[in-house]
Each structure stands twice: as C-alpha cells, then as structure tokens.
C-alpha cells in the first residue's frame, strides 16, 4: 500500500506502485495514449483516483529554472533497439519534461554535434546511445556537470554521467541455456558491426555460454556485419553453402527475418532442421512466419530509470544493469501442431 505524507501530493510513481506497473504505463493511460481499456488502464485510473493524483505541467513547471525539454541523441530511428527506447522514453519525458528533443548522429562528429546543439537549446539533461565504437567521453566530461546525462547501452563511459545498461552476459546465457535444453549441439553467431567493441564483447560471452554448455561452433560462422535482412540473408546463404548448424542467433529481428528467409530458400525449416534467435522483440518477431523467438529489453524501465537519474540533477550518478527476457517463440520450439507431432512420433518409437 502507498501512503502519503499528510499535506504531501501524490506523484505518478506512487500511482505506479499502487497499480503495480511502469511510471510510462501510468503516463499513457493517464494522457489517453492507451486505447486498451483492459484492466491494466482501470487499475492505473483507480490508483490515480485513490491517490488524487492529476497530471499537472503547470505546477510542476514552478520547480525551478527548466526547459521542459530532454535531449535523445540515437545513431538511428532504423535501428530497431533506438526506436523502441524512443517509444518507451516520449510518454515519460511527455509527464515529467514536456518533450523530448531527437538528435541522430550514426558517426562520432554527428552525435558530439547533436549533443552541443542540444546543450546550446538549454535542455534539462541528456539521454544517449552511442554509436558503435564511438567514444563521447570528452563532450560528456565537458558538460556533465551543468546537466545530467545518461548513457544507454555499452561502449565507453565517462565517471561524470550515469548509465543504464543491459546484462549481455546474462541475455547471451538465456539463450545458450534454451537451446541447450533443445538439444541443439552446434550455434552460429550473426553479430554486429566488425570494428565495435560492444559486437566484439558479445561474441566472446557467446563462446563462453557455449563451453559453459557443452555445444560447439565454427570460426566461420561468427560473421560481423550491418543490422539488416539483406545482410542476415547473404551470411546464412553463405553459412549453410558448406555447412549446418542447429542453430543461428542473430544480433537483431532483422538480421534473424533474413536468415530465416535464406533457410526457407534452401527448402529447410524453421525450426525441425535450423532454429533462429534475434533480439529486441521488434513487431517483425511477431509478425513473421514462424514467429521469432527474441530478447526483450526492458524499454519502459530503461526509460524510467534514465529518467529518474535526470532528476537526480548532473551532481548524482549511478550505473545501473538490467536484465533481458527471452522470449520464446515458433522459431525455436515450433508451432502447437509441430510439437504434438513430435510427442506423437517418439511415442510410436
């Protein structure tokens, strides 16, 4: 139960806490933003009303000198990680600061610039996601302390801003673990970009998960490149022309949607001959034929978090780790009528 000081107004994270849900969910439903009238919007319309709670911009504008104005700086909206957070960050930023203010810069000289005109607009603090193997740390140092910046993802870190980042070691152990229970034996590995150190670090922890279960790869099945379906298609065409693994787990949806497409190409199926992993949990993961299985970061907490230590003003930081979900899907267990059919043929065996 959330309870209040007496005289003390109720916020929108103890409207959170009464309705056991994310402060963006709260802005949503609050704002109208969410169609769904289910019983996640009347548990969060009940908690605001039990609390008294309102949103208010003009009285939260008295607290100080702001802008109202958050600063997002991406490498790309295309990216499929960078446009869910932006979904997850505009109904936060939208209750707690009024607007977000998007810069993209895919290059070192593109983000420092975005960064410095956003600092120039006077915005209350920084949200950013590096670009592969791009390092920031002297335009965080220069400005982390007239604002608060966060730093979303890995790559190199300033000590004057905070981060919210994900457990890649535990993300690349779900994965291993789940098909390790499928009885695959053999893994190829789609990451990213080739020069990143951030693609490098997950290929390293994919070869430790695979010792750790006993299952095996080759050299040439762990191929670097862009995250896109025409790259995922060309590397598993190129895989599979000498060889077959069990399995393939992709750095993104894209990539794992175009090997897919390759697999199908060769008349083999996913999953009874190749199962495919991607991540980010992209609308394509669900849409595809078969539905793929993926990592779900948590957006909405990474969006609260980053928010939070915005507030916290640029004299407070933190690094904070998340955890991923795995979400298992057709790509890898099959359909209900694939696994009946298998219960059935090692019955008659």
Same mark, same amino acid.
């Given at each position: 139960?959330?309870?209040?000081?007496?005289?003390? =107004?109720?916020?929108?994270?103890?409207?959170?806490?009464?309705?056991?849900?994310?402060?963006?969910?709260?802005?949503?439903?609050?704002?109208?933003?969410?169609?769904?009238?289910?019983?996640?919007?009347?548990?969060?319309?009940?908690?605001?009303?039990?609390?008294? #709670?309102?949103?208010?911009?003009?009285?939260?504008?008295?607290?100080?000198?702001?802008?109202?104005?958050?600063?997002?700086?991406?490498?790309?909206? #295309?990216?499929?990680?960078?446009?869910?957070?932006?979904?997850?960050?505009?109904?936060?930023?939208?209750?707690?600061?009024?607007?977000?203010?998007?810069?993209?810069?895919?290059?070192?000289?593109?983000?420092?610039?975005? /960064?410095?005109?956003?600092?120039?607009?006077?915005?209350?603090?920084?949200?950013?996601?590096?670009?592969?193997?791009?390092?920031?740390?002297?335009?965080?140092?220069?400005?982390?302390?007239?604002?608060?910046?966060?730093?979303?993802?890995?790559?190199?870190?300033?000590?004057?801003?905070?981060?919210?980042? /994900?457990?890649?070691?535990?993300?690349?152990?779900?994965?291993?673990?789940?098909?390790?229970?499928?009885?695959?034996?053999?893994?190829? #590995?789609?990451?990213?970009?080739?020069?990143?150190?951030?693609?490098?670090?997950?290929?390293?922890?994919?070869?430790?998960?695979?010792?750790?279960?006993?299952?095996?790869?080759?050299?040439?099945?762990?191929?670097?490149?862009?995250?896109?379906?025409?790259?995922?298609?060309?590397?598993?065409?190129?895989?599979?022309?000498?060889?077959? =693994?069990?399995?393939?787990?992709?750095?993104?949806?894209?990539?794992?949607?175009?090997?897919?497409?390759?697999?199908?190409?060769?008349?083999?199926?996913? =999953?009874?001959?190749?199962?495919?992993?991607?991540?980010?949990?992209? =609308?394509?993961?669900?849409?595809?034929?078969?539905?793929?299985?993926?990592?779900?970061?948590?957006?909405?907490?990474?969006?609260?978090?980053?928010?939070?230590? /915005?507030?916290?003003?640029?004299? #407070?930081?933190?690094?904070?780790?998340?955890?991923?979900?795995?979400?298992?899907?057709?790509?890898?267990?099959?359909?209900?009528?694939?696994?009946?059919?298998?219960?059935?043929?090692?019955?008659?065996?």
């Amino acid at each position: 139960m959330v309870r209040q000081l007496h005289g003390s =107004p109720s916020s929108i994270t103890d409207v959170a806490a009464l309705a056991n849900v994310s402060i963006a969910t709260v802005s949503r439903v609050l704002s109208g933003k969410r169609a769904k009238n289910d019983d996640i919007s009347r548990r969060v319309r009940e908690a605001a009303a039990q609390l008294d #709670y309102s949103v208010n911009r003009a009285a939260s504008s008295l607290r100080g000198t702001t802008t109202k104005m958050v600063g997002v700086v991406v490498p790309s909206t #295309y990216d499929l990680f960078c446009s869910a957070l932006i979904d997850a960050l505009e109904p936060v930023i939208d209750d707690h600061s009024d607007q977000l203010i998007l810069g993209l810069g895919a290059t070192h000289d593109l983000q420092m610039s975005r /960064i410095e005109s956003l600092v120039d607009r006077n915005v209350d603090g920084l949200v950013v996601v590096c670009a592969p193997d791009t390092d920031l740390t002297d335009v965080f140092d220069r400005h982390a302390g007239q604002l608060p910046i966060v730093q979303i993802g890995e790559g190199r870190r300033s000590v004057h801003t905070s981060s919210v980042t /994900i457990d890649q070691a535990l993300s690349m152990e779900q994965v291993i673990s789940h098909l390790a229970t499928l009885n695959v034996k053999s893994v190829a #590995y789609l990451a990213g970009e080739q020069f990143s150190f951030e693609s490098a670090e997950m290929l390293s922890m994919l070869h430790t998960q695979l010792r750790a279960f006993g299952l095996t790869t080759q050299p040439s099945w762990n191929q670097f490149g862009p995250a896109t379906v025409e790259r995922g298609f060309n590397a598993t065409m190129r895989i599979l022309a000498t060889d077959r =693994p069990d399995a393939i787990v992709c750095v993104d949806d894209n990539v794992a949607f175009g090997a897919m497409v390759a697999i199908r190409a060769l008349r083999l199926r996913v =999953p009874q001959d190749i199962k495919v992993i991607g991540a980010n949990d992209s =609308p394509l993961s669900r849409e595809s034929n078969p539905t793929l299985t993926t990592l779900r970061p948590p957006f909405e907490q990474i969006a609260d978090e980053a928010m939070r230590l /915005i507030e916290r003003g640029p004299s #407070y930081t933190s690094h904070i780790s998340l955890v991923s979900q795995l979400i298992v899907r057709e790509s890898t267990l099959g359909t209900a009528a694939d696994m009946e059919r298998q219960i059935t043929s090692g019955a008659d065996e």
